[in-house]
Every structure is written in C-alpha cells, then in structure tokens.
C-alpha cells in the first residue's frame, strides 16, 4: 500500500483536516481499527502509544535496522542519504515511493507481527518492525 | 579480477585511515587521464596506451564504433555534482568530437535520478545534440521507481519485451539489452528473472558462434561486491548461453566507475558515468556519491568508445574521462 506521508506542509494540513474529521466520525479508539489501510497514515496522534518512533535512513542503511514496538506505534522513516532510498514491505503492507534526501514516511502499525522491509533501488538494504501486542 | 584499466586511469584513492569519508573531500587523487585500449586475440589479451592511431578512419565498411555512457542521473543536484546536465554536456561534446561519429549510443541505465517525466524530458533533449544517429538504452533502478518502470517503458520501450529488453543486429554484431532492475528481492542484488532468461536463451539460439555477441545491462553481470548490491544474482545462467560464442562483450553500469574482467572469451566492462563517482569496493562506508574536488570532477566522469574491427575478433573498449583530451 502506497504510504501517503511525506514532509510537505500541504500534506500536513491536509493531514490535520482529515485526522480531525476522522476522530470526529470514528468516536472510537483507534487502536481496534484494523491495520494497513490508508486512513491510517493520514490520523495524527490520539494516543501515547502513537508517539511516532524513528528510523534513520543513511549510508545505505536502515538505522536501527530491527524495531520493536507496541501495537499502535506510528513508526516513521527519515532518509538523511543523499540519495533516494524507499521502504517497501516484502509483503506488500506498506510502500514508500522513492524517499529524496529529508523525505520521509510513515506507517501505523495495528497489528502484532513481524513486518520485513527493504529499500527497492538498493535491495541489499534490509530491516524489520516487531510488532508487540 | 583484473582492474589495469584502474591503475593505468589512475583510479587512486587515499586508503589511510583519514580517509574516506564519501561526502567529503579526497585528498589524494592521482590521476593520469590517459585512455587505455584492450584488445583482445583469440581470447588472450593485450593492451596498448591509446594513441593518435585511433581515428584514421574506419576503411573497412564493417569495422564500426559505438560508445557507451551511463547513469546520467538527470535530477540529481547533491554535492557530489550540483548540475549533472553540465557534465552530460560535457560528455556529448566529447562524443561529437571524436575522429569517427560512433554508429550509435549505448546508454545503461539510470538515465534519470528519480524517474520524473522531467528528468526523462531533460535527458532526451540534451541528447538530441549527439553526432549519434541512434541511442539505445536500458534502464537502472532510478529509472524504475514509478510503478515499476512504466515511465521509462512509456519512452523507451517501444519494441521491447517485459519490464525492457530486446536484441537488435548491428553490421553483423549481435546486441542484447537486459533489465537486471526490476522486481529486485530483499537483500538480493540485481536480478533478469526466468521470463527474460527463457526469452535470452531463445534469441541467442539461431546465432552462429562466430557471431561477436555484445550483452548491456545496468547492473553488472558479474558479482563486483555483494555487500554493496555489484552484482547479479542469476546473472550465471545468462553467461552460460554465450559461452559457446567467440567473442562476448559485456557492458554495464551502476558503479560509477570502470571495472574489467575477461573470462575465457568474455570481456566484461564498466562504464563510468557522467553525474558523479562512486567509491572503490570496501573504501566508504556506502556506494553513495563521492564527492571530489571540484576541478577533478572531470577526471571520474567519462565515455567509454567501443570499436569494432572485422579483421580482429573482439572488441575494443577505451575508456576517456571527460578532461582526457585525444
């Protein structure tokens, strides 16, 4: 799934419009939402456990290259390289888009597991998010 | 392997400890700026520092050139090389004055830093500019980062078959384009896939082995260094339909550099590219961009000029930094 989350301030207020609209429909916790789908990245933090948590993208590595986490986390990338890199699920769950130099992307996610991705200009770029309960 | 056309260009870095940071500055750079010839007979070869002899004029109607430059990287615009289309400028300007106008181009791959029509756009329109009649290309990985390459095929993939391939026959020279960029696995390298396989397998068949085959892709097609993804994982079995053949040529792109090997009757190539340099295998702590002094950027940039002799049975690849003069 396309991740929609790049440092852009347009994203960002659109961001902020949808996230309120959302919490307004939805009245409930987002944690029993499930995971994956596309709203997700676009809901801005409603809970401690959604505090956003960081991977660096640099020297052709993913920084920490192994993440754990709590069901719930916003785990975002950040790509410091100067050159691009993505973040692809090797499952298809999430999909950057080519990720320039201070571009990043972000990925809620809902449900416990163990999430493998790589960078799909640069393969041999590997990592993984373990997901808690 | 063989890395002389490394020593003799001068492909020097300082390998001390205060070393390599990519992203800064080399301090020590030697470089000689001299073109090197290999040439190869009856699989054994020999190699002679280019000279004025190139360029008398092609007398045998099947003797022919063609050059090969790479990863243009059109959009990027880091420190390594703050305008990549001063450079590729640079590069045709050196392609239009050579003695003979090659027959065509081979460009392989990442024409483009991140797939953007623009980059595409700016690209063909720099090219245009070519004593080239003919480009031919194969994508890199930054070509393919829209929805697995449709904006490159949408371009250049008129005749091709899957994610870009095809062959063409060129005054009885065999060439084969090959996507290695495509659907790349975690933690894998470059990769053809069983469909372009079968598909290489086939078309090279009703070849006769007297046939000089010339095989271009953008990652190399043998493993340079796994660690920074300089290889291809089933790059073997390609090889292994043009063992029977008495001249192969490979050439590809990707690292920036010139690398050479010969394996029996197969002469594999390197080219350098035209945006910026990336460092030796193991010299940097990645295969990034390599920033170098400004008035050196010249020197790690480059054309390759690939001539083809009849009476010869190989091909002859030179390789001129965009400062060397001939």
Redesign the interface.
Known sequence: MKGTCKSRTSNSALTLTIGLLLIVLSGRSSASQPSGSAIHNLVPATNSSDAGTEIKID???FVPGALTVKTGTRVIWVNH????H?V?S?EGKFRS??L??DDHFQFLFMDPGEY???C?????M?GKIIVQP | MDNHTEKSIGHVQDLSNDGVNRRGFLKCMAWAGTGLVWTMSGGLSASRVFAKTHGKGASKTSDFSFVQISDSHIGFDKAANPDVTVTLQTAINKINALPDAPDFIIHTGDLSHLSKPSEFDTLDQLLRGTSAKQIYFVPGEHDMLTDNGEQYLQRYGKGTKGNGWYSFDHKGVHFVGLVNVANLKAGGLGSLGHEQLEWLEDDLKPKSSSTPIVLFAHIPLWTIYSDWGWGTDDSEQALSYVKRFGSVTVLNGHIHQVMQKIEGKISFHTAMSTAFPQPAPGTAPSAGPMKVPAEQLQRVLGIADVNYVVSGTSLAVVDSALDASK
């Open positions: 020297n052709f590595a390289d100067d050159i691009p993505t692809d090797t888009g080519a320039d130099t493998q991705f790589f799909r200009l640069h393969p041999k590997t």
